[in-house]
């Protein structure tokens, strides 16, 4: 290593553990000197995304920077007229792009279900899977299918889908799927006790980062299952990002950081660079700013394979996923 890089990982490892510059846009600013070279313009050209939650903010960020790239890209998004309004926000801005609607409320076991039916229709194969759709409740609330809404939107709908399009995944010779994770999951636990949030008092932004902190362990996981059918899975987490749903949920961090916080195409970066770069980033690692990242800064949040193998099966179980 020269001087140079050397100077550069130090940079970037002191930005990671200090947080408040490494996750604002100075972090970005700072690592873009010395990150990985972007990919290629046209580096989607041919392939197809779908992107979870893409009416706005970062989803609508990543759901643009696909089809700059030059991807067909699907936005699978619970309210169609706001669908709409992003799919024409697109075109807008890149007149050529290719971009469909489809519907599809992620926390909900009927509409997942019918969304990869449509998809299955509709598709040939699929090289990229974005999850992004998001979901921070003041109360506790439970999804159609009686699960905690945090739980369902994050984790049990993202399998279940993952699951339902892995034909399509494994259609192309790169399936890629990215996980929209969060940094708030480096201050929570795995819930092994209390999956679905049941006990003590019920705050939406310990439920939104405990469910972060299960994408990311399941990363590794879903990773392997996957790996005979050369599909590969990534978690990322997008920093501090000025967004409507952070405005709404925590107006007094937005209020407080908002001269720091990193724009929504900011946040979509390494989702995009995931997505796109080649060769194939490595699988199962948690990334952000382009590069993995540990994913235990504290060692109370540390936790035995056996209860990681515990959880996955309970949220395997519970979307009806195949455990075998």
Known sequence: MNDASGTASRLDTLLDRTIVPGYTSLGIALR??????????????????????????????????????????VLAVRNPGRGEEARRRIRAAHPDADVVLTECDISDFAAVDACARRLADQLSSLDILVHNAGVLPPERTESADGHELTLATHILGPLRLTDHL?????????????????????????????????????????????????????????AERYAAKAITVHAMHPGWVNTPGIADALPGFHRLLRPLLRTPAEGADTALWLAATRPTPPTGQFWHDRHPRPTHYLSRTHYTSGQLWRLWLDCARAAGVSTD
């Open 166 to 222: 892995v034909p399509l995944l494994a259609a192309t010779e790169d399936g890629r799927v990215i996980l929209m994770s969060s940094g708030g999951m480096y201050t929570q636990r795995l819930p092994v006790d209390d999956l679905e949030y049941r006990h003590g008092d019920y705050r939406g932004a310990t439920a939104y980062a405990r469910t972060k902190r299960l994408q990311v362990a399941f990363t590794p996981v879903m």
């Open 32 to 73: 873009r000197r010395h990150w990985p070279a972007d990919p290629a313009p046209d580096a989607l050209r041919g392939k197809t995304a779908v992107v979870t939650g893409a009416n706005s903010g970062i989803g609508l960020a990543v759901a643009e920077g696909l089809a700059a790239l030059g991807a067909r890209v």
